[in-house]
């Protein structure tokens, strides 16, 4: 029988838990926004605070890096999947901003499949931050992540090759383009921090 002297912290384990549940609300909020596309700014308000709270969440994670004498993964693997989720929660506010800063009238089609991608992606990824613990149940939800982001690159390279043959506007085909590759940015995000929950399971197998 063995046992460990020194403990692993596992408070990272919680605290990623609430960086998934937090990064999978945002995600959801968006695509609430392209759907309904009511009371703007009132819905890119509530991604804000969920931004907020997320860079709060990867400060305490940071933190109790830094203090930990035996973290429970790689140190450089916590600090990676801290930024990949960071990064994913910070694109969804870039675009929710977009929206109102470009003025859009309407969100067109590809939009709103890319934010119910990006929706069913956050979902995915708090499932698997949620199995951390056990480090059982991770292989559906990670493969998953990486298969919503196959979809999304079909979505997106065919929405940006029509913005260049149906649009004759250049103002709309900049600011669609920019719209279209940050919620590409975002799904790419989350498929980065997928990779990187894969690097740490791996280590600890």
């Not at 919680?14 to 968006?30: P, W």
């Amino acid at each position: 029988m063995s046992f460990r002297l020194i403990p692993r912290d596992t408070k990272f384990v919680d605290l990623f838990v609430q960086c998934g549940q937090n990064l999978a609300e945002a995600c959801s909020k968006l695509s609430d926004l392209v759907e309904n596309y009511d009371r703007l700014d009132e819905r890119v308000a509530e991604i804000q605070a969920l931004e907020k709270r997320g860079d709060e969440i990867d400060l305490e994670i940071n933190l109790r890096l830094e203090s930990a004498f035996v973290a429970p993964f790689d140190r450089e693997d916590i600090h990676e999947l801290t930024v990949r989720l960071d990064d994913v929660v910070d694109f969804v506010q870039a675009v929710g901003e977009s929206m109102i800063i470009y003025d859009v009238r309407e969100p067109s089609e590809e939009c709103r499949v890319l934010a119910g991608i990006l929706k069913d992606q956050g979902a995915q990824l708090a499932l698997a931050l949620g199995k951390l613990e056990g480090m059982k149940g991770l292989t559906e939800p990670l493969e998953n992540v990486h298969e919503l982001e196959h979809q999304a690159d079909s979505v997106s390279r065919s929405a940006i090759g029509r913005l260049f043959r149906e649009n004759h506007d250049p103002l709309d085909v900049i600011k669609w383009r920019e719209i279209y590759l940050g919620l590409e940015n975002a799904i790419d995000a989350g498929e980065d921090a997928a990779e990187a929950i894969e690097r740490m399971v791996h280590k600890r197998v």
